[in-house]
């Protein structure tokens, strides 16, 4: 079993550490073009397609562990998904970056249960309930925390489903 952090936003982390958010999606990038995937027993990190094109797990596979890096302040143990937005931007007493979070201050670990690419339109009402919300508001969530246009909600991009159970 592996542990990787995952950086989200302070809504996503809130869903997370509420509960209601047991599903991720992020997008899926080609790792290589496999040549002869027969002959290889190493790719047990990922999936291979139809196309024998590979695509590695980029936060573990099923049984491994995320833990959620989210923006907290740690003179005092506030984060910032709990509405707390009064601390100074940068500085001392200020929010740090999701990305300087340690393993030790994260309150929110989850296990992933499955694990599986599906094209992003592919998504169910039953999966976004799962993401914590309905498909009209994904589809503007998508849209808001997608940095790059080739990967908008309208683009239809291939995702990594990951589902979560809190531990």
């Not at 509420?18 to 002959?39: C, F, H």
């Amino acid at each position: 079993m592996k542990e990787r952090g995952i950086i989200l936003n302070h809504e996503l982390a809130g869903m997370a550490y509420s509960g209601e958010l047991t599903q991720l999606r992020i997008v899926a990038q080609k790792t290589m073009k496999l040549k002869n995937p027969d002959v290889c027993d190493f790719y047990t990190d990922g999936i291979i397609d139809d196309r024998q094109n590979f695509f590695r797990y980029p936060y573990g596979g099923v049984g491994d562990r995320i833990w959620i890096r989210e923006s907290f302040r740690p003179d005092s143990m506030v984060y910032k998904a709990d509405g707390d937005r009064t601390a100074p931007r940068f500085g001392i007493g200020g929010w740090l970056n999701p990305g300087e979070m340690p393993r030790w201050a994260s309150r929110t670990t989850m296990d992933i249960v499955e694990v599986r690419l599906q094209r992003l339109h592919d998504m169910s009402e039953a999966d976004a309930a799962a993401m914590g919300s309905d498909v009209i508001e994904i589809m503007n969530l998508w849209d808001r925390t997608v940095p790059h246009i080739e990967h908008r909600y309208h683009t239809n991009p291939l995702t990594w489903v990951y589902d979560l159970e809190i531990i």
